[in-house]
């Protein structure tokens, strides 16, 4: 069982992350490579860290995530509390592997050859660029002559199994990195507790290696695409180079999603926004359609300029904080609630002894329904039947198609509904 801390992970120039971004847009890996800035986590980034983490303990002492709650994990640039959430994540993960494991084990009396956090490069490939990633859990089953690759997402941002170019990537690697076993076929899952889908959580795609083989072929061709894009960079004006090599569509955790001027033209284009001469924004003369079938298809573009907006204000920000005046915006410090320092805990309480230290110290606080139904098991969960709920959240617009939640009344209907 292979591992490595999955914080410290260094990603190749032609990263399996960023294969759907470098497919669609081949200028990504060069506007990248020379607008390189300091990498900075991002909360999310962060959380899904602590996810991968946890359930590295989970496989190394065969606990379960919820047993790690109230502690922290570390990363590059943040500490993240464990919280319910976190382990409930992290739980589904671990427990599909542990069931594939253990249902192969049921059938033939034998172990899986199984690789977590394993690296997957693809330097046999000879492409243009080094290139790679690394396999959340690799499992081979010899008897089935199959090779899974188990992706843990963390994200709420719904991810397709079906032609994951991402996922390929590390099935081809996963193939690379295992060389001389027997394998037909390779399985590449998703595993997104937080993201409902119409497929549920945990979904998965099959395919023979004769087929990933033939892909393999593309990919390739892919990357000599991109390598002929940054080649292009320093000899091609760059109005011109951007309109040849810059495709928007895969732009999400792009480092350049906040400077790409292809990404900004769209996103403008997108909201019918105009400049005049003076480089004032006008709204288009178009007419509105302010029909179902117009909502739509502004709902379906709207993540796209809402992504645009943020990324291009975590670029300012990133600007200003590397010393760029940007005329009339300013720094500011954030304005937080003051905490104890960590180690300063006995000395308040024994501070506060003098007095009456109730009146200081919070009550032990009472832990989660899920965490007590679990301390009390199956033969006595029954104590606290009905002492909890799940408040009502208001509601959510998504697509019907990538939800498996029961659809609602309105709220007109339900309110007629009630009168």
């Known amino acids: 069982m292979q591992s490595a801390d999955h914080a410290a992970r260094d990603h190749a120039t032609w990263s399996a992350s960023a294969t759907a971004r470098n497919w669609t847009c081949a200028g990504a890996i060069a506007l990248n490579l020379r607008n390189s800035k300091p990498e900075v986590e991002s909360e999310a980034s962060a959380w899904g860290t602590a996810a991968h983490q946890l359930s590295e303990k989970c496989f190394k002492t065969g606990k379960d995530a919820d047993d790690f709650i109230g502690t922290t994990e570390k990363t590059k640039q943040r500490k993240i509390a464990v919280d319910e959430e976190v382990a409930e994540t992290t739980q589904v993960y671990v427990n599909y592997v542990r069931a594939r494991i253990q249902t192969y084990v049921d059938e033939f009396g034998e172990q899986p050859i199984v690789h977590h956090e394993q690296a997957l490069p693809l330097d046999r490939l000879k492409g243009p660029f080094d290139a790679g990633g690394t396999g959340d859990t690799v499992i081979y089953f010899p008897r089935w002559k199959l090779l899974e690759v188990v992706d843990l997402k963390g994200g709420r941002g719904l991810v397709e199994a079906a032609d994951n170019k991402q996922l390929r990537t590390y099935g081809l690697g996963a193939l690379l ?18 993201a409902p889908h119409k497929d549920g959580k945990i979904r998965s795609e099959t395919f023979h290696v004769a087929d990933l083989a033939e892909w ?5 061709g892919r990357m000599k695409l991109s390598k002929q894009a940054l080649d292009e960079f320093d000899t091609t004006p760059f109005a011109a180079w951007c309109a040849k090599w810059l495709t928007p569509g895969n732009c999400k955790f792009c480092p350049q999603e906040g400077a790409c001027p292809a990404l900004k033209q769209k996103a403008l284009d997108a909201a019918h926004v105009w400049f005049d001469d003076l480089d004032r924004p006008q709204i288009s003369n178009s007419p509105s359609f302010d029909t179902p079938e117009g909502l739509a298809a502004d709902l379906d573009m709207l993540d796209m300029i809402s992504d645009w907006i943020n990324a291009r204000r975590a670029y300012a920000h990133q600007q200003a904080e590397a010393g760029v005046a940007i005329p009339n915006y300013v720094l500011v410090p954030k304005e937080k609630r003051e905490v104890w320092l960590d180690d300063a805990e006995e000395k308040v309480k024994q501070a506060c002894a003098l007095l009456s230290v109730d009146k200081y110290l919070n009550p032990a606080k009472l832990k989660t329904p899920k965490q007590v139904r679990k301390a009390l098991g199956k033969a006595k969960e029954s104590l606290v039947a009905g002492l909890s709920e799940t408040p009502p959240g208001g509601t959510n617009l998504v697509r019907a198609d990538k939800t498996t939640r029961q659809a609602i009344p309105s709220g007109v209907d339900r309110f007629f509904t009630e009168v």
């Not at 990195?177 to 937080?194: C, F, H, M, S, W």
């Not at 393999?216 to 390739?220: I, N, P, R, S, Y």
């Open 177 to 194: 990195a295992n060389r001389g076993l027997d394998v037909e076929n390779v399985k590449t899952t998703i595993v997104q507790p937080r």
């Open 216 to 220: 393999t072929a593309e990919l390739v």
